[in-house]
Every structure is written in C-alpha cells, then in structure tokens.
C-alpha cells in the first residue's frame, strides 16, 4: 500500500521528470539516456469484422515482437474544454455577413453547450515512445538523433500497416506533452509558444 501513499517531501515537477533538453523532437535524460515520441491515431476495433480483427492482433502482435529495443505506450485521457471550443465558434459568427449563417453558428454552439451541460467529453491520445542509450557516452548528437530516427522509421512502418496515422512530435509538441501533463490549468490560460531567435 506504500505505492499509494502521497510523499510527505515536497519536489518540482522539473525535478520528478528529469529531462536535462529537447532537441530537434528528442528528449535528453541523464545518464546518456534519450526518447522520442510518436503520436499515433487509432482503430475502431469493435466496428472491424471478427476476420479483420484476428488480422490487426496477429499484425501487431508481429510488430512488437519484431522491435530490438525498448518502448513504451502512452495513452492520455484528458477533458476536453467544450467552452474553448464554443468562443472559436462564436468568433467565427461575429465575421461572419450573413444573418441567416449568425442564426446557425449560435444555434450550433447553444446545442453543443446543452448537449454537454453536465457531462465531461473526454478525448483520447495515443503515443509510442521510443528509448535510446548509445553504447558510447561521448557518441555525437547527429548520431545519436539518426539512429533514434532510423527506429522511428520502423515503428512507423509496423503501425501504418496496421492502419494506423503516426506522426514524430517536435521539440516544441514535446515540451507541450510535459506542460500540459504537469499543469493542465496554467496550460489553458498560458500555452507555449515557439520563440524564434535571430543573429
């Protein structure tokens, strides 16, 4: 039961995940460890024939098997924030010319604020991270990043085969991940942004 007892010593969250940098959509860890994540989109599997079904599990059944390092599978159930959703509806009634499209986006916007008055709509995200540790501690970062890539390249092939959309996430999608993992309020009112810098 200790697992489930809060820890009496206050830490940051800085501190608890432990990333030392994100560059170019690879996390650094200590200990010359390294990560990088892939969005991946996914299968009605209930709406998929009995046939089609035994195909995706023996499919991916193969491309877990088929992978020669380590990896984890990440899903993020989060709310969805109907209100946010409604305003970018209304704005786009106050630019719009027409009375009779006015009418429609605002009678839009009162059906979705009924229908979900009371009830939390809740959105699904999928993500297959991938670890790396090179065998050389001094070994270069382009290195490095290349052989993460050449491993992002086969979990992107085993999963489009099954029917799946996956993307690699940036440098500035990863650190929005971790943000909004460890302050989903402060993340609503104040959301990252990329900085540009020039010489």
């Not at 899903?75 to 305003?87: L, N, T």
């Amino acid at each position: 039961m200790w697992l489930l007892n809060k820890s009496k010593q206050k830490t940051g969250s800085r501190r608890q995940i432990q990333i030392k940098e994100v560059k170019d959509g690879v996390i650094l860890l200590p200990n010359n460890q390294y990560r990088a994540v892939l969005e991946t989109s996914s299968i009605n599997f209930e709406l998929k024939s009995e046939a089609e079904q035994d195909v995706i599990i023996d499919s991916f059944q193969n491309f877990l098997n088929s992978l020669s390092f380590p990896a984890q599978i990440l899903v993020r159930v989060r709310e969805i924030d109907i209100d946010q959703y409604i305003e970018q509806i209304l704005v786009k009634k106050d630019k719009e010319k027409e009375e009779a499209y006015k009418t429609q986006i605002q009678n839009y916007a009162e059906f979705i604020r009924n229908l979900v008055s009371g009830n939390k709509i809740l959105a699904r995200h999928f993500y297959f991270v991938i670890a790396f540790v090179p065998d050389d501690k001094k070994q270069d970062f382009d290195l490095t990043r290349e052989q993460i890539r050449n491993r992002e390249d086969i979990v992107v092939k085993g999963l489009e085969k099954i029917g799946m959309k996956v993307k690699s996430l940036d440098s500035l999608q990863v650190l929005q991940l971790f943000y909004n993992f460890y302050n989903p309020n402060q993340s609503k009112s104040q959301p990252l942004k990329e900085i540009k810098y020039y010489a």
